[in-house]
């Protein structure tokens, strides 16, 4: 805690965004305290520093805080009832932004990919290498975000001052299974659907975590990329030469 104080007292931010977070879904159920000092007590530390310097705040969260029992989009003021250890810390992280400071931007976002860190997509293109036929789950149903298009969205909300809990994804709806057929329609690699219940995990996911965004649309004042516009861009960037 001291050092998140010396730092945000010798840079002088104009704003904190905080992105670190536990991430590990199943592996959250078995070690819950380190998901907890983490997500939870690790977020309440940033935060309580930052209101000591009144400092504005942003906080990365997450589509887990929702139970996925709706048939449409989870506004902000829907009710959050998370499944897992990991969408519980989540959760816990909010609650500490929203105890101790005004000037605070909560962006739930979900199913991210980007250019740093493991994930979906280069998870499904590695095996798709090594295996002729892929079985991933089709009753999960949520978007698909790139990091790179998530960045810009938090980029264009910062400067607008209106604070609040807010929904960045990008556009569209789809499924593990149609989102893993998208990310190798160029192989000869067959995508088979299968059920959550045939692919058991220890965290228990929401079936449905679309998010609605439309106070974030009209906040930063354009529209959000459609998901396989932004799968295109991230493919075509891991092409290049490094």
């Not at 590695?126 to 998530?150: F, H, N, W, Y």
């Not at 067959?190 to 219940?197: L, R, Y």
């Not at 929401?206 to 354009?222: F, H, W």
Request: proline share 6%; net charge negative; glycine share 6%.
């Amino acid at each position: 805690f001291n050092q998140v104080l010396e730092t945000i007292e010798q840079e002088k931010p104009d704003l904190v965004i905080h992105c670190a977070a536990y991430t590990k879904v199943d592996q959250a159920e078995s070690e819950p305290g380190l998901a907890y000092l983490i997500n939870g007590y690790g977020t309440e530390n940033m935060v309580v520093a930052s209101n000591k310097f009144n400092v504005p705040f942003l906080y990365v969260s997450s589509d887990y805080v929702f139970d996925g029992e709706q048939k449409t989009p989870y506004t902000t003021w829907d009710r959050t009832r998370p499944l897992s250890v990991y969408g519980k810390s989540k959760l816990a992280g909010e609650k500490a932004v929203q105890r101790h400071l005004t000037q605070f931007y909560i962006v739930r976002t979900g199913w991210l990919y980007g250019p740093n860190g493991k994930n979906f997509v280069d998870t499904i293109q590695t095996m798709a290498k090594e295996r002729d036929t892929l079985r991933v789950v089709s009753d999960q149903i949520g978007t698909p975000t790139c990091t790179l298009s998530l960045s810009e969205t938090i980029a264009d909300l910062i400067p607008t001052g209106r604070w609040g809990i807010y929904h960045a994804a990008d556009d569209g709806v789809t499924s593990w299974y149609e989102f893993a057929r998208e990310i190798v329609k160029d192989s000869a690699v067959k995508v088979e659907p299968i059920e959550t219940k045939d692919f058991p995990r220890p965290a228990t996911r929401p079936k449905y975590s679309v998010l609605d965004k439309t106070t974030t649309v009209q906040t930063i004042g354009r529209e959000l990329p459609d998901w396989k516009e932004s799968l295109k861009t991230y493919l075509d960037l891991k092409k290049q030469p490094v």
